[in-house]
């Protein structure tokens, strides 16, 4: 359950690029900067992630920083007093740091550091991997917990609208089609039976009690209307050719 929109991340960073592309850059006769951007990897557990970026003054004359603006109130700069006086051979370092709780995925952060003759902008990269073991527990425990609270950004809002093969990738394809899924979920190409309109319409509405399979039934308390079930079902029809065959309810068979 990826608890975090990873497009407004990218979008976000892109119109800083486009902003910065506009203003006026430090000189790189002025600063030099020892890394513009860093990339981070959370580890467990962690809610907040350290930055430092290190700046030497390579000109002959004095740079004069009035301020630094990050991108977020999430994301905070540490710097000694402004405006900072940066004498000509002297070194200093610009410290962020980010609160990155209840975020999921990559995010991009940026902070500005604006001085009289332009900006320069720093970049803040952070992959933070998702607490599976918590995620499995959560949706055992609750199979319609997928399309609850910050989960249903990932397993409800993109499929707002779609039917067909592009429904499929957005509430099927984003676990069952997934490089690191979990083990009982299976791949739809390699089931070892046969399949058919009723098989499909059973598991996409009814899902299956006990197991990571939710309802997707509006009226089982899942996100799909019937006109989108229904596109579904002839989507996995065609795409996934197995014999047809009358199958009992996925509430009392097996997957």
């Known amino acids: ?45 962690e809610t907040n992630l350290h930055f430092a970026f290190s700046l030497t003054n390579i000109s002959a004359g004095e740079v004069i920083i009035t301020g630094v603006r990050p991108s977020c109130g999430c994301t905070t700069a540490k ?58 527990e959560l949706a055992l425990a609750d199979r319609q917990a997928v399309f609850k609270g910050e989960c249903a950004n990932c397993h409800v809002l993109p499929a707002v609208g779609r039917t067909g093969a592009a429904l499929y990738v957005a509430a099927c394809g984003v676990c069952h089609e997934s490089d690191h ?9 390699a089931l070892a039976k046969p399949t058919g309109r009723d098989y499909w319409d059973q598991w996409i509405r009814k899902g299956k009690e006990g197991s990571l399979m939710p309802a997707f039934a509006k009226d089982q308390g899942g996100p799909l209307t019937e006109e989108q079930i229904q596109s579904l079902v002839n989507h996995l029809v065609t795409t996934f050719t197995n014999a047809p065959v009358k199958v009992p309810s996925p509430q009392a068979g097996t997957r």
Do not use: C, Y
Not at 4 to 20: D, K, Q
Not at 28 to 37: C, F, R
Not at 104 to 114: A, L, N, Y
Not at 183 to 188: E, H, I, R, Y
């Open 1 to 45: 359950m990826n608890l975090m929109n990873p497009l407004r991340s990218v979008s976000f960073l892109a119109l800083a690029v486009i902003l910065h592309a506009t203003t006026p850059t430090l000189s790189a006769q002025a600063l030099k900067w020892h890394a513009t951007s860093q990339t981070r990897l959370a580890a467990p557990g």
């Open 79 to 136: 710097l000694p007093p402004l405006p900072w006086h940066l004498a000509p051979g002297k070194d200093g370092q610009i410290e962020a740091n980010v609160d990155i709780r209840g975020k999921r995925g990559m995010i991009s952060k940026v902070v500005f550091v604006d001085s009289p003759s332009g900006t320069n902008m720093l970049t803040l990269v952070i992959h933070i991997p998702e607490d599976r073991a918590r995620n499995m």
């Open 181 to 189: 899924r979990a083990t009982m979920v299976p791949s739809l190409v």
